[in-house]
């Protein structure tokens, strides 16, 4: 009863507004609240967070600070999505678009507000004093616009490209995932395959590689292979590479009808019963050795892929791939020698790039099989099994068992995440790494060990942040593109965008969501074509780094308000320096 009394004290003198306004002008206290997502009711654990934002802020007003709040709902991206997919039965990309984007995304927004006065309630009943009169909300109009101007501003400094890569990508959700949403969904004691398959050198190849390998190999009357060992069975028809350790020593074992070759270290682990060493050679020799293909893709319906140009490679010839060395190549397991395949891995595709190999890509973005495979159609996963079994028929698969490791998962759905070649928007973040890891240490961190632990080590392995989602409930990116020339444009305001050339499908209450702004097209300043806007949406991580301007609808209202806030151009330094605002939610 005296908390009820206290609250309504407060409410009835506006006491939490008296103690900012009487300290106008005095030094200011700047906190940013990093916004809660509102696609469901708060739970106790949101009572601990709304008080660490609370009692730092009390502090300083009582030291004599003005140290005005706003509150925040972070109401994009997919938790909303998924919500509303659960409650209308939905299970697939394809599915919200027959339902229809424009009212898939309208019952994102109510679902998203359903949630609000519940939240409001929490921040009243704990005592949190913050501006809930006139919160920021992601999902307006005036927000997105303050979220395309800062993208406007990075693009024009050169921070913004669209390339290949490998993302992390979850095959059910049918999007990318940030490393930050990878490192929520690690499970661990995850079983999976373990297998060793054997793959043909070539004659050719043996014939003209070195002494040392022709010499323990004898005549010929034997097949050579070289012994490989995967836990992803299903990447094993998109290999075009191995890769070796050149300073390791590999031995040359003997059996009944073939020789393997593998790492000299680990052949007791591997354990090779039947077989006997005749000798070894250095890794480097192996270097250059050709091996035929586990599945020819062509046989398979399946094209290849040249790099960097990406062209489709298709001529039916007599296939076969490099052994290439490289330094990823561990001994501490395995065999020594590792399974490439480019358009799965980050690693694999870092090595396809710069040894030019061919990339198989015969997984769609739904994770299933394509072309003729006998187990075409499936999921990666449950295609596992047919894969190993047809590389027993063939004679391919040396052993075959289970291991138990770690494995990456959807934080959101569950679903086993797939590392996947494929075009996406990035931010240079390693064009200023080394600027994000001095700022760090401007920090003061409570605990301390975090500026140089999980935070730090963050900043040192910093890869460019892979901002797009190829959804539908999010800050449409605000990239327009010609598909006759391929020029882009970015657009940084809705003044901008009603002022392009021949502009159509805009108007000034146009709601910048899909599906309508899709509909606005332009006149390209290039060639003359039709400019539209590329599908993505931009990651709501980014909508919540972007509510330090954003939230004050900047730089198009409160110019003053900022100025004040931020004494020097504190928004363009911030951007310049892609410091951590960005990374901090």
């Not at 061919?358 to 739904?366: A, H, R, S």
Request: glycine share 8%; proline share 6%; with cysteine.
């Amino acid at each position: 009863d005296l908390e009820v009394e206290v609250l309504r004290f407060w409410k009835d003198n506006s006491i939490f507004q008296r103690s900012i306004e009487a300290r106008r002008g005095q030094p200011l206290f700047t906190f940013n609240d990093g916004p809660p997502t509102t696609n469901g009711s708060p739970g106790i654990h949101h009572v601990l967070s709304r008080l660490f934002k609370d009692i730092p802020c009390r502090y300083k007003t009582m030291r004599g600070y003005c140290a005005p709040r706003k509150a925040g709902w972070d109401t994009h991206g997919l938790p909303v999505e998924l919500e509303v997919e659960h409650s209308l039965g939905l299970t697939s990309k394809k599915q919200i678009e027959e339902y229809g984007v424009a009212e898939f995304n309208e019952r994102c927004k109510e679902s998203v507000f359903k949630y609000i006065r519940q939240w409001e309630a929490l921040v009243d009943r704990v005592g949190h004093w913050i501006d809930m009169a006139d919160p920021y909300v992601t999902l307006k109009n005036d927000y997105i616009e303050s979220g395309w101007w800062g993208f406007k501003q990075m693009w024009d400094r050169g921070l913004i490209y669209r390339g290949y890569r490998t993302t992390p990508h979850c095959p059910r959700c049918g999007t990318s995932l940030s490393s930050h949403e990878v490192a929520l969904g690690y499970e661990e004691d995850t079983e999976d395959p373990s297998v060793f398959i054997k793959f043909r050198v070539t004659g050719e190849a043996l014939g003209a590689g070195p002494s040392a390998l022709r010499d323990l190999v004898g005549d010929g009357s034997r097949t050579t292979c070289l012994l490989a060992w995967t836990t992803t069975p299903w990447t094993l028809p998109g290999n075009t590479a191995l890769a070796v350790s050149e300073d390791a020593r590999y031995d040359v074992l003997r059996g009944d009808s073939e020789y393997l070759i593998m790492a000299s270290a680990l052949v007791e682990t591997v354990g090779v019963a039947g077989y006997e060493r005749v000798g070894s050679v250095q890794g480097r020799d192996l270097v250059g050795l050709r091996y035929e293909p586990l599945f020819n893709p062509h046989d398979f319906g399946v094209p290849r892929f040249s790099m960097p140009e990406f062209e489709a490679q298709d001529r039916p010839e007599a296939l076969s791939y490099p052994v290439i060395g490289a330094d990823f190549v561990s001994l501490d397991d395995g065999t020594g020698i590792v399974h490439v395949a480019p358009s799965f891995g980050e690693v694999d595709f870092e090595a396809g790039m710069r040894e030019k190999l061919n990339f198989v890509q015969q997984v769609d973005l739904d994770g299933k099989v394509t072309g003729n495979y006998s187990f075409a159609g499936k999921f990666v996963k449950t295609a596992d099994p047919e894969v190993i079994e047809d590389l027993r028929g063939r004679g391919l698969l040396f052993r075959s068992a289970t291991i138990r490791h770690t494995y990456p998962f959807c934080w959101r759905c569950g679903t086993p995440l797939l590392y996947y070649v494929k075009r996406s928007w990035y931010i240079k973040t390693t064009a200023k790494k080394d600027r994000l890891v001095s700022g760090n240490l401007e920090i003061t961190w409570f605990p301390e060990y975090i500026k140089y632990g999980r935070f730090g080590d963050w900043l040192e392995n910093n890869v460019d942040w892979a901002v797009s989602r190829e959804r539908y409930w999010g800050t449409p990116l605000p990239v327009w593109e010609c598909p006759d020339c391929g020029e882009f444009e970015c657009v940084g305001s809705r003044a901008e965008l009603a002022a392009k050339p021949d502009v159509e499908g805009y108007r000034d209450d146009i709601e910048l969501h899909r599906p309508y702004v899709d509909e606005v097209t332009f006149r390209c300043g290039k060639c003359g074509g039709r400019m539209r806007r590329a599908p993505e949406v931009l990651d709501c991580w980014y909508d919540s780094g972007a509510m330090t301007w954003a939230q004050w609808h900047y730089p198009f209202e409160n110019q003053d308000l900022f100025a004040e806030m931020f004494p020097v151009d504190y928004i363009t330094e911030a951007i310049d320096q892609t410091r951590g605002w960005f990374y901090s939610q």
